[in-house]
């Protein structure tokens, strides 16, 4: 499972389109722009194709990639990775980390699948550690954060804190209802704040929390 | 925040009906039929008083309570429930609890905010230990599980196991591929397995899974 692309630094950005949920056409444009490769999980390929964007990668099992779509792609570009026991969407951000990209955006890992949704937020949480990954759907980011995290956007944006298990020491500041070295357990504590200003900064000492940034004037990046 | 209502038993049913999603109308009725009382999360309100479902209670900040709605709710059944730091679908759980339920049917709790539908499944973990929460959405129900669950459906459904922090000795049966005393961690490794018969067993010595049952037939039922 590793890519045949020269080695990336730190501070660029792999841009991975799962095949979960819709993206719209001018958010993908601009995270395209951004990042230095885009990595399609086998059949989201197909999607990719269809608006004119060959991805430099496609990491699955590779039996959803219809036959069509496989002979536009280059063979060095298939990456075939066939762990029955995880998902696509898991192999292509390890993929992407092995290769050393530390800033990962996802795209399509949110829809009407609640099992996928679900699993898409876990592993969120499951490689928190090892790289800053994003999963971005209109105007919403989610991240999972277990150090700090500075949020970027406007006052009056929404910003969630969601805990799945308890988090302590946790200090967000810049939005309406600050906290200070708080513990968040599951539940509804954290939902429905809103940033006063341009930046919310957030750390945390001990566990993970969910973070959701809405944007209310255009899209989200923490 | 206490219900005027007799002593239920444990076996009866509450159906908490928020505002955060589309409910099908004959899933509502469905669901009605087998509660013993239907609590609405204050706008909700107003949402079953248009398919003719006078709810029970309403409970929350009873704010998003638009005045036609609340002219045709006895004050008894307004439970009026200020916490700031709470949603109101947390509120009204544990007003439920309070009053004795531990079968508790949510609807209307996952819907396009995504904020709002993680914190829902959060608050599913928050309450596992204290009763059987289930959310319902369309053929799908959801629900956390910390000691043993039996999940009734059909051969074929769809069973996920979604872990956000480690579970330890998971044990899975009557599914095409069965878990033997396993840790889960956030990641994969546990979406998109089948039923082979018409129930599975689901059993964990310690941690908090949360299980998607999505039945290919019918409405599931765990």
Not at 159 to 167: D, E, Q, Y
Request: charged share 20%; net charge positive.
């Amino acid at each position: 499972m590793s890519l045949p692309a020269p080695e990336p630094t730190d501070l660029q950005e792999a841009l991975i389109v799962a095949n979960g949920g819709r993206v719209g056409s001018g958010l993908l444009r601009r995270l395209h722009q951004q990042a230095r490769v885009i990595i399609a999980t086998d059949g989201a390929a197909s999607r990719l194709l269809r608006r004119g964007i060959t991805p430099d990668f496609v990491v699955g099992d590779l039996d959803s990639l219809d036959p069509e779509a496989r002979s536009r792609i280059p063979a060095a570009s298939l990456v075939y990775a066939p762990d029955q026991d995880r998902c696509d969407l898991d192999k292509a951000i390890e993929v992407s980390i092995e290769r050393g990209f530390r800033h990962i955006t996802v795209v399509g890992g949110l829809g009407r699948r609640w099992d996928h949704s679900l699993t898409t937020i876990s592993l969120l949480i499951a490689y928190a550690d090892k790289a800053r990954v994003r999963l971005v759907r209109g105007s919403t980011v989610i991240m999972a954060v277990t150090d700090r995290l500075t949020i970027s956007g406007s006052a009056g944006d929404r910003v969630s804190l969601i805990a799945f298990a308890p988090v302590q020491g946790v200090t967000l500041t810049g939005v309406a209802w600050p906290l200070n070295g708080a513990t968040l357990r599951p539940g509804s504590q954290g939902v429905s704040n809103r940033m006063t200003q341009a930046v919310a900064e957030l750390t945390i000492e001990s566990g993970c929390v969910v973070v959701c940034h809405h944007a209310s004037r255009r899209e989200a990046r923490p």
